[in-house]
Structure formats: C-alpha cells, structure tokens
C-alpha cells in the first residue's frame, strides 16, 4: 500500500512553532508556543492525519513538491500490517526532528526571499520560547534536521543549542541544511557531533561568479569555495558522510548544469541534486513563469531539454527531484505580461526618459517586485545605455561591467519575441 511513515516518527517545527509530520504536508498537528511535544505528537490533529495514512490516504500531503512521491520512493510501500503495528506502537515523542522554525539567512536568494530577512522583537522573542520548549527533547531523539529555512550558521539559538547538546543514542545522525559559506568558520561549534552518519546538505545553485551572485543575492563565491573545500576535507576524516549539493533550477542557471555537476563531483557529492523551481513564499505567478524554464510553453523549454540531454545528467550521483518530470503546461506569456508588455511599449519611453520616470513606469520602487522588474526590463526596448544604467540601479553592476550583458540579453530577445506574437 503507498502510505509514508513520517507520522509516526517526524515532527517538523516551523516558523512561529507550528507542528507538522513533514516540510510538504500542510497539516499543523499543533504549536510549541503553546503545547507541549508530547500534547502536540497526540493532538486529535495528528491523529487525524494517522488514521488517514493507515488507510493509505496520504492527508495533508504536496504530492508534487515530494522527493519521495516524485521519485516513487519505495519507502512508500508499506505493508498494511506494518502501517498498523506503527501505529499501535506510536512512541511518545517522535524519534526525529527538524528544527526548521529560523528563516534568517546571510543570503537572500531570489528563488526563495525578496530582500535580506530582518527580524523583529516579536519574531526573536518567539525564537528564545519555541528554543526553550525543544531544547529538553532533543536529547532523546535519533536524528536532528536544521535548517530547512533559512541557514544554521546565522541562527544563533539553534546554533547554541546544539553546541550544549549531547545525544545520547549511539545511532544519532544530522542533516545540516546551508547555502555553505559560514560553515568552515562554525563547524568549532557543532563538531562534537562530529560522526560518519551525519548528512551536509548545500545550494550554491552556481559555480559562475556572477550567476551565483545573482543567486545568492551577495558575492560570496570565494569564501563559498573555501568553506566548501573544508567540508569535503571533513567528509574525508569522516567527521561527515555524505554530502549533498543543491541546484534549483531557474532561467539563469540551467544553461551550467553539466559544469554544475562536474564540480560537484570534484567536491566529492554523494547526491547531487536538480530541482525545479517551486512557488516558494512570497514568490508571485509571474516570477515563477520566468523562472521555470520546466513549463512546456517557456521560451527557454526546448534548450533546457536539450541541455539536460548531456550524459552526465545519468550519473548516479545526480538525485532526481522532478528535473526530468514532464510539467503541466502553463500558458506564458499570460494576459497579465502581455498587457504589462503593451503598456510598457507605448509609454513613450525613449532614449530622453530618465530612470526615474521608467523605473515609475514598471513600479521599479519597492523590492518586493525586483525579479518581475527586472524580467520587464529585458522586455523593454530601451536602448542599451538606458538598460545598463536600470541594471547598475538594481545592482547587477558587475555582471554588465563583465561583458554579462550579452548573456542577460540574448534570451531576452527571445521572450521578447514571444510578446511580439
Ligand atoms: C530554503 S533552503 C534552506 C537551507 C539552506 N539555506 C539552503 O539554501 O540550502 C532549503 C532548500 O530550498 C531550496 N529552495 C529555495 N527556493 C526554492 C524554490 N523556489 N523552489 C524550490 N526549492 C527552493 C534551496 O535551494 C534549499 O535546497
Ligand atoms: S509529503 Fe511525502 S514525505 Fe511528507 S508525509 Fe507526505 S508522503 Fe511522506
Ligand atoms: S535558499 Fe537558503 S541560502 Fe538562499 S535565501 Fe533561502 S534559506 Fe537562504
């Protein structure tokens, strides 16, 4: 029967200390602000979802956001008797945990934020009480995951946390999520936890300097590598198992993913692993149609099959998270761009028209618009001096300095000859 076996041993503490079985089920089972864990693992609302993956009904849960389900794990196939027997023999607190409840980051990576994250009093506060009310769990457990939100090394409360801790089952592991670049300067912290089990899990998403700029939204690259090298050293004494590098694969980035994974071999990953882009928080429609190069009508779909046709993507290494999965198609560009597109055309935007007036125009003001911004300035049909000034003002001098322009430009002409249809 397909059925999954999170409920019955995985507590996901979110953002503000909601509960939930796993990152793709939506389900709150309860609130560490609140409840206790033990109140929460036995709520009626974790119960609910229980009886409902006992019946092979998998409630809650985001199927095509799901490794598993993707990839039709066969840890999903699972005996009814065993599903069962799980759920007589519930323990009383879950046998692992993910501490993914701290969404401040030393990146701001468009795929996933707009700007740099800053916390208020009211956000820090809640971190102090939802720490406190997991810090006397953590020691019984078999497997800790952090950080799936935001980075470990700038979260200082479970970054604390673990340095005070000390497991006490022989078997215990961790999987460290991070974008890599303060984690040589604070593994001195955590490295009591040093052992051959524990996973590293990294998303640099580039080895280009300027597309990882662009993607991690600051120019770390150097000290990314550094850090990077250390970690392989680390997996080489044996002070980690196995390392795992991300690529989300968007309009920017797919072009390199040969040479992404060659790198990655050289930094000796076990799993390198390509995924699609997904909506991702305060991510907009329109942004993720830009982005998605995997949408059947992108403009930019035939060269990425055509990319992923390098034999390299078949190596073993290569962890499939849907990069080869056939998506449902979306129309692009929607009504929406083109009227945008229309708007933009007429404007009477010429040579003359200063920066302000068109950063006016395409409402360039606030950040939280900055990718669908700057896809509408590609579209625009300014003239290049005009263009290079709107990219130094939203900050990707160098990559025009460095003669990127012609690569930010060329895939443009042809979305704008999608509009022009
Ligand atoms: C939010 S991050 C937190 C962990 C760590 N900071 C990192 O970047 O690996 C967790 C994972 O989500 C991925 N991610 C970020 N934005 C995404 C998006 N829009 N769609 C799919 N995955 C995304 C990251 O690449 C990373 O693998
Ligand atoms: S989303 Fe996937 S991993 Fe999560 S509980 Fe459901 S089946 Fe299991
Ligand atoms: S993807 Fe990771 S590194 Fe990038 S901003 Fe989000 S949490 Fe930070």
Redesign the pocket.
């Known amino acids: 029967m397909k059925s ?1 076996k ?2 019955f041993e995985y507590a996901y503490v979110f953002v503000g200390g909601d509960v939930r ?2 990152p ?2 939506g389900i709150v089972i309860g609130n560490l602000k609140r409840n206790t864990l033990e109140e929460i693992w036995h709520s009626a609302e974790a119960e609910k979802v229980r009886k409902a993956f006992v019946r092979g009904e ?1 409630l809650g ?3 095509q956001y ?1 490794p ?2 993707i990839n039709e794990s066969t840890t ?1 196939d699972i005996d009814e008797e065993d599903l069962r027997r799980l759920y007589t023999d519930l323990p009383e607190i879950p046998s692992q945990i993910s501490l993914a409840y701290d969404e401040r980051c030393n990146h701001a990576c468009p795929s996933c934020r707009h700007e740099f994250f800053c916390a208020s009093k009211e956000y820090l506060e809640d971190l102090e009480i939802i720490t406190q009310n997991i810090e006397p769990y953590i020691g019984r457990v078999k497997h800790i995951a952090t950080n799936g939100i935001g980075d470990l090394f700038v979260s200082h409360e479970i970054l604390n946390m673990l340095s005070r801790f000390r497991p006490s089952d022989p078997e215990f592991y961790m999987f460290i999520e991070t974008n890599g670049v303060l984690f040589k300067n604070n593994w001195e912290k955590i490295k009591h936890l040093a052992n051959k089990r524990n996973i590293v899990s990294i998303t640099p998403n580039s080895f280009d300097r300027e597309t990882y700029k662009y993607l991690a939204g600051r120019d770390d690259l150097e000290k990314f590598e550094e850090s990077m090298a250390f970690i392989t050293k680390l997996k080489h004494e044996g002070a980690i198992g196995r390392i795992r590098i991300i690529m989300v694969i968007q309009d920017s980035n797919f072009r390199q993913i040969p040479q992404f994974i060659k790198k990655c071999i050289e930094y000796d990953a076990d799993d390198i692993v390509l995924r699609p882009i997904f909506k991702w928080f305060g991510m907009q429609e329109d942004e993720l149609l830009y982005k998605n190069v995997l949408n059947p009508c992108h403009p930019y779909y035939q060269e990425y099959l055509e990319v992923i046709q390098d034999p390299i993507c078949q190596d073993p290494r290569v962890y499939n998270w849907g990069f080869d999965v056939e998506q449902e198609a979306i129309p692009f560009p929607t009504l929406e761009m083109k009227r945008k597109y229309e708007e933009l055309k007429n404007s009477d935007i010429s040579e003359k028209s200063g920066i302000n007036e068109l950063k006016d125009k395409i409402n360039c003001q606030t950040s939280e618009n900055y990718n669908i911004q700057k896809q509408l300035i590609y579209q625009m049909e300014v003239n290049a001096e005009l263009q290079k000034q709107l990219f130094n003002e939203i900050q990707i001098k160098e990559a025009m300095k460095n003669g990127y322009s012609w690569k930010l430009t060329a895939p443009l002409r042809k979305i704008r000859r999608i509009f022009k249809k």
């Open positions: 999954c999170k409920c079985f796993c793709w089920n998998l849960c985001n199927e799901c598993d389900c999903l």
